[in-house]
């Protein structure tokens, strides 16, 4: 049995009903074989454990690892060539990205996150070409190197089975495209059209292989509803209610995906979803923007959870959520930073400030989100989301020891009026350069800047030379096939 004791001036457990966070002040935090095991004033729990490692002390603060509730890729599309583009052209330029070996790409962005105080990961692979065998390895590699570097994932595979590069069948779109480019896009797209059968298939696999794994968990991962025919909703509900798995689907990004859901099903994609038996606490609607009043209000009686993804809608035009409409409904709302924050990164103190500040609209008395609810949304709300529901987001005796000290000291330096409150001056002034340490399961993962398990600047150094080579030539291909694309795809939505 292996203890260690946190001191620190202020700890935040978490937060209550009205949002008012739990603060304990010159507390101390006892952690046993990776879970919170007390909680009380530092000068008790220093004398009944004596011999537990000590790490904290005066001038820092403790706050829950924060989650990142929606997250794809390592490398940024942008890093990669890709243009912030409006999401429906930004898929079409997306098939000329470069490829990244997967243990490498996760590294790069594991760092980013770990290093802005996220401890959890939602891990949503969007697709992947190949066998089931392939996806199968690709996602093990994924999934090591998080093990590696000591990240918590919850991990999906997106379901998908049609429509997979405009919101039309394959086949109907390639039979609009000139002669020479047809056989190069039905290539293309039919290496991702795995039957939705071994989808499924996939999924269970993983479930099995990672079971039991405390710091691994593999959910149902439905893409969007463009993306899925009526039979993959209903794979989806199946799995749902065979494994009781949590899931979480993309939907309402755009205004194009409304007028997609109008054509389809003569109404609302939330209200199509509810047919399915397909709302509910088990599930997570990402991204959300273009939800109606009723909309909100059929997901809030349901139970349902939102995830908003703030830099994504503002990079790619895709639109601003209600967020306070949300928050006004009751309904839960996480946060993700997506395929990369404002700043083409993975900072999720930053992705707080700016969540707060555009939700702020003009007139003295209109709502606004404040601080503790911002923060709420990168905590308990985000582990809500995920299988870890219970057990990540908060810091109570029970809970997985998922910790970010900061340097308080430095973050308030020279001068914080002290009469602001803590939520507040954290997510208008935390960055990365004040995390001291993150410790995920009790373990710590980064202290002082540097990470434990993983050499960085040798990972970025390996990225550096991988990119740098000649691009291969099937990279090449689709550099050119996203190219002579890219036009008839813009005009496939010319008229929407």
């Known amino acids: 049995m292996t203890e260690t004791l946190v001191t620190a001036d202020r700890i935040l457990v978490g937060f209550g009903p009205d ?26 729990l220093r004398r009944d454990h004596p011999d537990a490692e000590r790490i904290g002390g005066s001038g820092q603060v403790v706050i829950p690892g924060l989650i990142n509730a929606h997250h794809h890729v390592g490398l940024t599309p942008f890093q990669l060539g890709v243009p912030d583009l409006p999401l429906e052209l930004w898929i079409a330029a997306r098939i000329g990205l470069r490829e990244v070996a997967p243990r490498l790409d996760t590294l790069f962005s594991a760092f980013e996150m770990i290093a802005s105080g996220v401890t959890t990961v939602q891990h949503l692979h969007a697709r992947a070409p190949g066998t089931p065998e392939g996806v199968l390895g690709r996602a093990d590699e994924i999934l090591s190197a998080y093990a590696e570097i000591g990240m918590r994932v919850s991990y999906s595979f997106a379901l998908r089975d049609q429509n997979r590069l405009v ?10 495209l000139p002669e020479p480019l047809r056989a190069p896009t ?49 794979s989806a509900a199946e799995m749902s209610g065979r494994t009781g798995a949590p899931m979480h689907i993309h939907l309402l990004e755009t205004p194009y995906q409304v007028e997609y859901a109008r054509q389809r099903t003569g109404g609302s ?78 900072d999720m103190m930053q992705e707080m400030r700016l969540v707060q500040t555009l939700h702020r609209p003009s007139g003295h008395s209109s709502p606004t989100p404040s601080a503790a609810q911002v923060l709420q949304m990168a905590t308990e709300y985000g582990a809500a989301t995920t299988p870890f529901a219970d057990r990540v987001g908060r810091l109570e005796v029970g809970c997985e020891a998922d910790l ?30 004040f995390v001291l340490q993150v410790l995920i399961g009790g373990r710590s993962v980064l202290k002082d800047g540097r990470f434990v398990n993983v050499d960085r600047d040798q990972i970025l150094d390996e990225i ?33």
Not at 167 to 176: I, L, S
Not at 187 to 207: C, K, M, N, T
Not at 478 to 493: G, I, N, S
């Open 19 to 44: 949002h008012t966070p739990d603060l304990r002040e010159d507390a101390a935090l006892l952690i046993r074989d990776g879970k919170v095991a007390a909680i009380g004033p530092a000068e008790t």
């Open 404 to 433: 970010v000290l900061l340097d308080w000291a430095r973050l308030t330096y020279p001068w914080q009026d002290p009469a602001r409150p803590f939520a507040e001056v954290l997510v208008r002034r935390a960055r990365p350069e």
């Open 464 to 496: 550096a030379a991988s990119l740098g080579r000649s691009p291969q030539i099937c990279e090449q291909s689709r550099v050119q096939l996203a190219a002579d694309l890219f036009p008839h795809v813009d005009k496939f939505y010319a008229n929407w």
């Open 269 to 346: 994609a939330v209200a199509h979803l509810d047919r399915f038996g397909l709302l509910g606490p088990q599930t997570t609607l990402g991204h959300a923007v273009w939800m109606t009043a009723d909309d909100i209000a059929l997901c809030a009686e349901r139970g349902v959870c939102l995830c908003h993804n703030c830099s994504s809608n503002l990079r790619l035009k895709s639109g601003t959520a209600d967020l306070n409409g949300f928050l006004a409904s009751g309904v839960p709302v996480a946060m993700g930073i997506d395929e990369a924050g404002i700043n083409d990164d993975r």
């Open 167 to 176: 919101y039309a069948a394959d086949q109907d779109f390639v039979a609009t």
């Open 186 to 234: 039905a290539e293309y797209l039919g290496a991702f059209a795995l039957p939705l059968s071994d989808q499924v298939a996939i999924f269970d696999a993983l479930r099995s292989r990672y079971a039991g794994d405390p710091m691994t968990a593999i959910q149902i991962g439905p893409s969007n509803l463009h993306w899925l025919s009526d039979a993959a909703l209903e």
